[in-house]
């Protein structure tokens, strides 16, 4: 499997992206899809994280703000990212958590980058001020 991100750059505050996360082979079979990011000497952090069932998280610094959501007939994950500020700057990796079959599953968001088992390269943002 493998997880390809796109749409990273380099905008101003207050401006908008969108980042696409291809993945290799159908998303039917994954749980949930997160966003990561981490900036230079910081922890990796989830940013956005979808389940199979549609149940969506977000930090907090990013609610209102940024919005996750999955195509599974195009196996893409996207975030679109409004009203960018400079602490918006990192690295934003695509994540896929395969989890497990039944209904545990379905609405599960997991938080913690060690339970995800696939990675993308990560994709550049950088918010000027």
């Known amino acids: 499997v493998q997880l390809v991100e796109s749409g990273g750059g380099l905008v101003q505050a207050g401006g908008s992206l969108r980042l696409s996360c291809g993945v290799s082979g159908s998303i039917n079979w994954i749980n949930a899809m997160a966003w990561f990011r981490q900036a230079p000497g910081m922890q990796r952090e989830p940013v956005a994280v979808v389940s199979s069932g549609g149940t969506t998280y977000y930090v907090d610094s990013v609610k209102g703000r940024f919005s996750i959501s999955r195509d599974n007939a195009k196996n893409t994950l996207y975030l679109q990212m409004s009203s960018l500020k400079p602490e918006d700057t990192a690295m934003y990796y695509c994540?896929?958590?395969?989890?497990?079959?039944?209904?545990?599953?379905?609405?599960?968001?997991?938080?913690?980058?060690?339970?995800?088992?696939?990675w993308g390269q990560g994709t550049q943002v950088t918010v000027s001020s």
């Open positions: 994540a896929a958590y395969r989890g497990g079959t039944g209904p545990t599953y379905v609405h599960y968001t997991p938080k913690n980058f060690y339970e995800y088992d696939y």
